[in-house]
């Protein structure tokens, strides 16, 4: 007898489960836009870093070490890390005739012609040596892009008759100022720019 009552029960609960269900109302297919196709975008990535030769001394000679600096015409990087010496994997092999500096030396462009490194107080001249350096350091920094010409209004022409533009000139004469002497370095004098 009591076999009897259990497909009752078991109906009646499904009845009662599907009754409850009535406050959600019954939707068709949703639509949802297209599947995912093709590949997805690569992550973008930094440029990869400037690199500049500085010049060390080997066996007397100068020589091109590779430094990272901010980008082209980052002069200023460039003679931070020349006075910053070799690295200590480089040594003893790499020397340098530059010393050792109290302050980071001040860098600026005086013109197209002449880049001026005003060392800090108390700083001796330097040798003939440490001048080929610090002139062949400049003269391998990767030159930033010269500025466009903008085009004069009213000239659809212009793009088509202009040249490409070329990169600013390395200053040719780099200017050294310490407490009491300056002297001056043509960048022309570096043995060899051919490592950039």
Same mark, same amino acid.
């Given at each position: 007898?009591?076999?009897?009552?259990?497909?009752? +029960?078991? $109906?009646?609960?499904? $009845?009662?489960?599907?009754? #409850?269900?009535?406050?959600?109302?019954?939707?068709?297919?949703?639509?949802?836009?297209?599947?995912?196709?093709?590949m $997805? $975008?690569?992550?973008?990535?930094?440029?990869p870093?400037?690199?500049t030769?500085?010049?060390?001394?080997?066996?007397?000679?100068?020589?091109?070490?590779?430094? =990272?600096i901010?980008?082209?015409?980052?002069?200023?990087?460039?003679?931070?890390?020349?006075?910053?010496?070799?690295?200590?994997? =480089?040594? %003893?092999t #790499? /020397?340098?005739?530059?010393?050792?500096?109290?302050?980071?030396?001040?860098?600026?462009?005086?013109?197209?012609?002449?880049?001026?490194?005003? +060392?800090?107080?108390?700083v001796?001249? +330097?040798?003939?040596?440490?001048l080929?350096?610090?002139a062949?350091?400049?003269?391998?920094?990767?030159?930033?892009? #010269?500025?466009?010409?903008?085009?004069?209004?009213?000239?659809?022409?212009? #793009?088509a008759?202009?040249a %490409?533009? =070329?990169?600013?000139?390395?200053?040719?004469t780099?200017?050294?100022?310490?407490?009491?002497?300056?002297?001056?370095?043509? /960048?022309?004098?570096?043995?060899? +720019?051919?490592?950039?």
């Amino acid at each position: 007898m009591k076999g009897s009552r259990t497909p009752a +029960l078991l $109906a009646g609960l499904a $009845a009662v489960l599907l009754t #409850a269900s009535c406050g959600i109302p019954r939707s068709g297919v949703i639509e949802a836009g297209e599947p995912a196709s093709g590949m $997805a $975008a690569p992550d973008r990535q930094s440029p990869p870093p400037t690199m500049t030769p500085v010049y060390f001394l080997h066996d007397g000679e100068p020589r091109p070490y590779p430094r =990272e600096i901010d980008g082209p015409g980052d002069y200023e990087g460039a003679v931070r890390a020349l006075f910053d010496g070799p690295a200590t994997s =480089e040594t %003893p092999t #790499a /020397t340098t005739e530059l010393p050792r500096l109290p302050a980071t030396p001040a860098v600026t462009t005086v013109d197209d012609d002449t880049l001026s490194v005003r +060392l800090p107080r108390g700083v001796p001249p +330097l040798t003939r040596t440490a001048l080929t350096q610090l002139a062949c350091t400049v003269a391998g920094v990767p030159r930033p892009p #010269a500025p466009r010409p903008t085009a004069p209004s009213g000239t659809a022409s212009f #793009a088509a008759t202009t040249a %490409p533009t =070329e990169h600013p000139p390395t200053p040719p004469t780099v200017l050294v100022h310490g407490t009491g002497w300056t002297t001056t370095q043509p /960048t022309t004098s570096c043995p060899d +720019l051919a490592v950039r």
